[in-house]
């Protein structure tokens, strides 16, 4: 058989030089089919981490040095020669990592270099070797499609002439960390390392070679445990070692810009997605999640709270290490035997999971299980399209909600014991009217929460489009029939992902991812959900942010003439909660302005546009119609940059200004009325304080 060398030596390390960080990779494939993108030839992996001899992940026909994420990989490869061995020529493939250089090798010569900061994956007793695969986990690719001769790992950077040295199934002068020949009818590690294997799909041993059918792998692995956990069906997941989770904290003196009653992650400009996530009330405490994305991937982030309005971060144990895959949206729920879970999406897993609480701190969880119905036939619907999830109960049983992120129809099951589950169909009733609600039936349905609400069923979600919204009617045989259907929050799509909880007291609070402008992780004010006898929605912040008020301020029968501001001297600030009542708000359209200057210019507007039938705050907007005689009612919350405004407690609208030009806060309040004179019957202000420092609830936990 004719052999091409060609050798990709990864040499890992930093800029400084580290003998830890140092390895060579060394493979001799097969190429059977060209056209798989990112398959590995061999990889080493520490739990999320992992370097490999990669195949065309990021450039045609080219080898790469494949990395978590792409850290140590170079992404620019057009002077990367491509690969030209026939089918069934087999190639030599190597990569050395040395200090912060890494070499690539193909048949002896050099076929790229460049630098990165590199690390140690050799010394952990936890580390895997992959073939075929580029990595375990999630959004690993295909697999390669060929054969591997074989393969072997050095624990130090090899010169050039030394991989060209190298004789596949003769033993090398430099002794391996690792080395596989594939002679005989077992996998064996002859250097002794890995000495427990495992092997998936069609992948097997034939004629002293590891042939790979572009479906499997093989695993080799330290201990028998570990080669069954990275092969296992499901959620195959490489062994990692002790995960240290951190705990986020805010900071002793954070910038003045930042808001100071919202609650942000403590970097505030950190999340993205920062979608709320789990919301339940446990043994005296109300507990929020939230995505946010960490050194180990997407991870739920944990608060919990006495009140709602003082948070104390706890340690992010919902994470990539503890669970095989990253965290996106779901929501939490307590069992029919009083017991905290949570439902997710498993990030790159294509399936939704369910975990337990071990503890009434909510900081140890089980192990995930998987949320798989079977059909009429019993057979486990495995092929399904698995998104967002929800769980209510309802008569003793548990439903789940898998909504979808396209046209497809969001899907409902049940269960008796959250294991096995039954598929029942479509969530949406056929006589879905889109005339009548004002938005089609094939509009997405994304991190929705289900739930009644007064005397009937509220559906609240989001559409990628249209941004967070909200249906009312009713949930009957199985299926739910809307018969209202609004935006929340705005027609701007800055008010993302709802999230709610069930108070003790019976309130359904709600909260929202803001994004956009300057702040990419903070969250909505948690506002109450209700739905008198009239049917219309009301939206209300807790009261329990009136434990931050003080310095009451208030002003009453301010006659504002038309398009004259009125400035007021004594009600001012940059973090304030205002409540304005006009109970004759006549036929003009009045307003205030927030954050603007000693002459009232510059703010931030709000208004009630007549004639649009809008709520105006600053550039966003939503539709808000006030009735002939109807008494208008504003509270409006400023938290440095944010403002919320509840008006009539029938809309809201959250948004940001920009700062000032030269760092200068504007901090003045301003009175406004267009088309008309009108009398504003009072306006009370009152300074809010930090949610995060003093002595409070915060602190002392």
Sequence with gaps: MKKLLVALSLVSGVSVHAASTDK???SWVTLKDKNIRGGSALTVQKGDQFDGIVFAELAEARWMAGSDHHRRTQKEQEAYPAETAAAGTMVQVAIVYDGDEVRIYRNGERYATYRTANIDLLGADSHIAVFGLRH????????????IEDARIYARALTRAEVASLKPNEKSAIEPLAWWDFEGDKVTDRAGRFGHSAMTGGVKLAGGRLLLDGKGYLVAARSEAGARMATRAGNPRAPSPPHVPETPAWPEDPPEDWAIYHLAHPTFTMGS??????????????????????????????????????????????????????????????????????VYHGQGSGRNWIVYARDDNLDEWSSPEVMLPRDRDGNLMENERYFDPDIWVMDGKYYGLNARSSSEAPTIMKSDNLRDWTFIGELLHPDFDEEKLGVGKGEDISCPNFFRLGNKWVLVCISHRLGCRYFVGEFENEQ????????????????FAPESLLTPDGRRVNWAWFFGG???????????????????????????????????????DIRVTADKPVVLKEIRGGNVELDVLIRNPGEGSPGIDVLCDEEGRNGLRIAVDRDAGMLLVGNDKAPFKLGKDE????????????VEVFANERQYVMTDKEGSAGGKTNVHVALFSRGGDVTVDRITAWRMKSAFEGDTVFRKD
Excluded at 536 to 547: D, G, N, S
Excluded at 631 to 642: E, M
Aim: charged content about 20%; overall charge positive; some cysteine.
């Design 24 to 26: 060579t990779l060394v």
């Design 136 to 147: 375990i986990g999630a959004g690993s690719g295909a697999p390669l499609a060929g054969a």
């Design 273 to 342: 997605p920062f979608d709320p996530n789990p919301a339940v009330f446990h043994k005296g405490r109300y507990h929020l999640h939230y995505i946010y994305k960490n050194r180990t991937g997407f991870v739920f982030g944990h608060v919990s709270s006495k009140d709602m309005v003082r948070w104390k971060w706890h340690p992010t144990v919902l994470a990539p290490p503890n669970t095989g895959h990253g965290m996106f949206s779901g929501t939490g729920f307590m069992t029919l035997d009083g017991r905290v879970a949570a």
């Design 480 to 495: 739910f029939l809307p018969e209202q259907h609004a935006l929340m929050g705005g027609l701007s799509k800055r008010y």
């Design 518 to 556: 300057r702040t990419r992780g903070v969250q909505s004010l948690p506002v109450e959900m209700e739905l008198p006898e009239d049917g219309i929605m009301r939206f209300r912040p807790v009261r329990e942010l009136e434990t931050l008020r003080c310095d009451e301020k208030s002003r009453g």
């Design 631 to 642: 008494p208008l009612s504003l509270r409006v919350f400023v938290d440095t940059t944010l």
